[in-house]
């Protein structure tokens, strides 16, 4: 790919808004860069440098806004200047501390997030939740401004100098602005080709299982009880199997969820129910599953799976319901410190033994967990405690992503776990699980399984 003057170029091509995300096939045809003079330099590159000598991994996301020349060109430069402040805030925000952003010049519309200890797949899912919250927020107004975004990492490429990442970062922000509104990010991943890809995938299927979700409370639930089941939040979470070239149909994902082995207590996450008015029923494609018998249809939890084996599951906080009966009380006002290890792991191994039991090939699986009602909740560090003030909440939503070897998701259970719980404990001011403690219960949830077979 030929480079421009400085990293800097003209990037405004006429093109569709186009929403998906952008892969990186060798094939696809560039348009040739046109240099401009240089611009000054922020100091991005000696930032990153900075990270690159503390960790080996770093990942970047170099974002460059859509049709930003005409918000100038026809609202003016204030307009322009809001629009730029008002990126930088959207994307401040998703990053939530987590990374730093920085302008890759010292003017223009062009931002480097820089992620220490983030994964191509788990860059990619905060790309992509920056790229969906901009081509909302109509930032330009009358003109329709989004967002193109490249990601690369130190993950890749190892023994690269920072000048070396940010140029590799730039070409798949440039490979994104081909078709605008994309994200672009490379195919290979440590080892596991289509982990950053089915990563994407998973994000637009628990976006979309989401939204369902809404319709189905809207459709089934009364008003008042509508209000009173889910004003305080839901945890959810989704993986995506790398499946090859095997393709199931719906009668044998049923089959296939039917025979998982669960546990006796606590949560069965995509049980399969037999009433006859609660089992599992296929929707636009997938399998779908609202297991209740309320008579005002109340149900605490709810499931999506597709033949591609994207899954998701969905349910309201345990903390939040009267004890043995699955009542919804109002909010608890509390997180008991050790259930989100129980309910991660346990979605995790379910994942394992679905890719084991249908004799799928060597491949990655992603993950996404979202907890959602979590302002002005406290840890709790049993069921039976009360919540502990210094650890509260601040935020309302939290997500992580991880992917990982499906061979691995057994023998490394306890370090996946702790990935994934890692950005909720610390959205709790800083709360800490420590590492023995979450193996001990990773332990007691292995012999309670293995108890129920």
């Not at 922000?173 to 998973?202: C, D, H, I, W």
């Not at 049980?271 to 399998?287: C, M, N, S």
């Not at 039991?357 to 909740?377: D, E, H, I, K, M």
Request: a negative charge; hydrophobic letters at 40%; one cysteine or more.
């Amino acid at each position: 790919m030929p480079e421009s003057v400085n990293g800097d170029l003209e990037r405004d091509f006429k093109g569709a808004g186009s929403a998906a995300l952008a892969s990186s096939p060798a094939s696809v045809a560039e348009p040739v860069r046109a240099a401009t003079p240089p611009r000054p330099d922020s100091g991005v590159a000696d930032l990153l440098a900075a990270e690159l000598a503390k960790r080996p991994l770093v990942s970047l996301i170099y974002s460059d806004l859509d049709n930003f020349k005409s918000v100038n060109d026809r609202l003016g430069h204030e307009a322009g200047d809001r629009c730029v402040a008002n990126f930088e805030r959207i994307a401040a925000e998703i990053l939530e501390g987590r990374g730093q952003l920085r302008r890759r010049y010292a003017t223009g519309d062009e931002f480097v997030s820089i992620l220490p200890n983030f994964t191509v797949p788990e860059a990619v899912a905060v790309a992509e939740r920056i790229r969906r919250s901009v081509e909302s927020a109509s930032l330009g107004g009358d003109v329709p401004v989004t967002a193109s975004l490249g990601v690369y990492s130190s993950e890749l490429a190892p023994d690269a100098a920072a000048d070396e990442l940010l140029r590799r970062a730039d070409e798949m922000m440039y490979r994104a602005k081909q078709t605008k509104n994309a994200v672009a990010f490379p195919e290979a991943v440590s080892g596991s080709p289509g982990a950053a890809q089915l990563a994407a995938e998973l994000e637009k299927w628990a976006r979309n299982s989401e939204r369902r979700w809404e319709a189905v409370v809207q459709d089934r639930v009364s008003g008042e009880s509508r209000q009173f089941y889910y004003a305080s939040g839901a945890w959810s979470f989704a993986y995506a199997v790398s499946t090859g070239n095997v393709r199931l149909s719906l009668a044998e994902l049923f089959e296939s969820l039917r025979k998982m082995p669960s546990r006796p207590r606590c949560m069965r996450p995509w049980r399969v129910p037999l009433g006859q008015d609660y089992r599992p029923y296929p929707f636009e494609g997938a399998l779908e599953c609202w297991p209740t018998s309320s008579p005002d249809g109340y149900s605490p939890e709810f499931w999506r799976a597709s033949p591609e084996l994207r899954l998701f599951y969905l349910r309201k906080y345990q903390e939040d319901e009267i004890p043995g009966t699955g009542q919804s009380l109002l909010a608890s006002g509390k997180l008991v410190a050790v259930a989100p290890v129980w309910r991660i792991a346990e979605c995790i191994l379910h994942a394992a033994r679905l890719s084991r039991a249908l004799l799928l090939p060597p491949g990655p699986v992603a993950f996404r967990s979202r907890w959602t009602g979590l302002r002005g909740r406290r840890m709790a560090r049993a069921w039976d405690a009360s919540p502990d003030v210094k650890h509260e909440c601040r935020q309302d939503v939290v997500e992580s992503v991880a992917a990982a070897p499906a061979s691995d998701l057994e023998i490394k259970l306890a370090e996946i776990t702790a990935q994934l719980v890692a950005p909720l404990y610390e959205a709790f001011s800083l709360f800490l699980l420590d590492e023995q403690s979450l193996r001990q219960e990773i332990s007691l949830l292995l012999s309670d399984c293995a108890s129920s077979r």
